[in-house]
């Protein structure tokens, strides 16, 4: 495989200026590791008005791909076959792409980290939307990120709560029994078996 891509006309919002940006459809960050990069910062998806220099977020489906993992950024569910080895995750907005190629990239695995910022959110007594940031430290803690009073917060969570999150997956089997395909592993996932 290899990358598509396709240059697209817009409309700036700003100022109404029409213009064209190169547009991503399949990325393969094998073929391409810089691709990778741009993905995790997120300049792959914004786009620069050329006249006034307003950016905004290229909202178009996009299809990520890597060594083991399948992306597919999507707001309906596509069937997807040939998937053995790979995981295969939808996601429904650039956001949630960004943080998954960021939670495998670092060697976790997304469905104990769900759990985990399920139990983080308790202990928190908010219901804030953590996404994952990086591994911090010689002892890996695990930094979240979650917006309040029009800032980002930064937050740090010991990585044994991951690894308990990975026993629990280890004793329930039945949480990813039906985890083939293109599946969305959110909030709304993990709450239908723990809330």
């Not at 547009?23 to 006034?52: N, T």
Request: proline residues 4%.
């Amino acid at each position: 495989m290899s990358s598509v891509s396709a240059i697209s006309a817009f409309r700036c919002s700003r100022c109404g200026r029409e213009y064209e940006a190169l547009v991503y459809r399949m990325i393969d960050a094998e073929a391409e590791p810089s691709l990778k990069e741009r993905v995790k910062d997120g300049s792959l998806f914004v786009r620069e008005c050329p006249s006034c220099g307003c950016k905004e977020l290229i909202l178009s489906p996009v299809i990520y791909r890597d060594s083991h993992l399948l992306l597919c950024l999507s707001d309906r569910p596509i069937a997807v076959e040939g998937l053995e080895g790979v995981q295969g995750r939808l996601v429904s907005d650039v956001g949630s792409l960004i943080e998954k190629v960021k939670v495998f990239d670092a060697g976790l695995d997304d469905v104990p980290l769900e759990i985990c910022k399920y139990v983080t959110r308790q202990e928190l007594g908010k219901r804030v939307d953590l996404k994952f940031l990086r591994l911090e430290g010689a002892d890996h803690d695990i930094i979240f990120t979650y917006p309040e009073g029009g800032q980002m917060q930064l937050l740090s969570v010991g990585f044994n709560v991951y690894e308990d999150c990975c026993a629990i997956v280890g004793r329930n089997p039945s949480l990813t029994a039906g985890l083939q395909g293109l599946v969305k592993i959110d909030r709304e996932w993990v709450e239908q078996f723990i809330a």
